[in-house]
T-cell receptor
Framework: AQSVAQPEDQVNVAEGNPLTVKCTYS??????LFWYVQYPNRGLQFLLK??????LVKGSYGFEAEFNKSQTSFHLKKPSALVSDSALYFC?????????????FGAGTRLAVHP | DSGVTQTPKHLITATGQRVTLRCSPR?????VYWYQQSLDQGLQFLIQ???????AKGNILERFSAQQFPDLHSELNLSSLELGDSALYFC?????????????FGPGTRLLVL
């Protein structure tokens, strides 16, 4: 079965410092990976996705993610964190088991950026 | 703003009651997905509709049902509500570009069962 794991419940970063939110995956076949962000009292917003091609994927709000096949990881990164980046981040993998298409989400990582 | 709308934003009801959550997908999107976000279960896929037909089922209880109408909006019906049904319910619609699909989520309906 397809799955993703986010090993950190919370990540704390000082504003201006680089941030990394970790995600590892377990899939059979080619992985289709996604990052979503959830701000307080808001819905999920799509950040970026990896399908094929370059291992470094650029997304919204200055975020990027690095796909690493050998380490089965898809970590979310940003060179310089902003306080407004504080939110809940979800990694997801597309599951096409049975010929159907749905997203399997990780447990989420809360990012706290402090001034 | 993703373009996916959900109503109502908040819903407070009592155990044993029935509620209906509504979702309007982005213009042109044929697929609608429903997800439940709860503290203990995280984000879980419930059900998918494509152009009016049920396409996939996830961890959806028998007390829950959904449908997608000809205008492509969808409704999720939750009946015989229990305290544990309190959660945030998301709808997503998807677009296929270059053979690849991305799901865009609505703001969610927060359900509180008392």
């Amino acid at each position: 079965a397809q799955s993703v794991a986010q090993p950190e419940d919370q990540v704390n970063v000082a504003e201006g410092n680089p941030l990394t939110v970790k995600c590892t995956y377990s899939v059979s076949g080619n992985p289709y990976l996604f990052w979503y962000v959830q701000y307080p009292n808001r819905g999920l917003q799509f950040l970026l996705k990896y399908i094929t091609g370059d291992n470094l994927v650029k997304g919204s709000y200055g975020f990027e993610a690095e796909f690493n096949k050998s380490q089965t990881s898809f970590h979310l990164k940003k060179p310089s964190a902003l306080v407004s980046d504080s939110a809940l981040y979800f990694c997801a993998v597309r599951d096409v088991t049975g010929g159907y298409n749905k997203l399997i989400f990780g447990a989420g990582t809360r990012l706290a950026v402090h001034p | 703003d993703s373009g996916v709308t959900q109503t109502p934003k908040h819903l407070i009801t009592a155990t044993g009651q029935r509620v209906t959550l509504r979702c309007s997908p982005r213009s042109g999107d044929l697929s609608v997905y429903w997800y439940q976000q709860s503290l203990d279960q995280g984000l879980q896929f419930l059900i998918q509709y494509y152009n009016g037909e049920e396409r996939a089922k996830g961890n959806i209880l028998e007390r829950f049902s959904a449908q997608q109408f000809p205008d492509l909006h969808s409704e999720l019906n939750l009946s015989s509500l229990e305290l544990g049904d309190s959660a945030l319910y998301f709808c997503a619609s998807s677009v296929v570009q270059g053979g690849q699909e991305t799901q865009y989520f609505g703001p969610g309906t927060r359900l509180l069962v008392l």
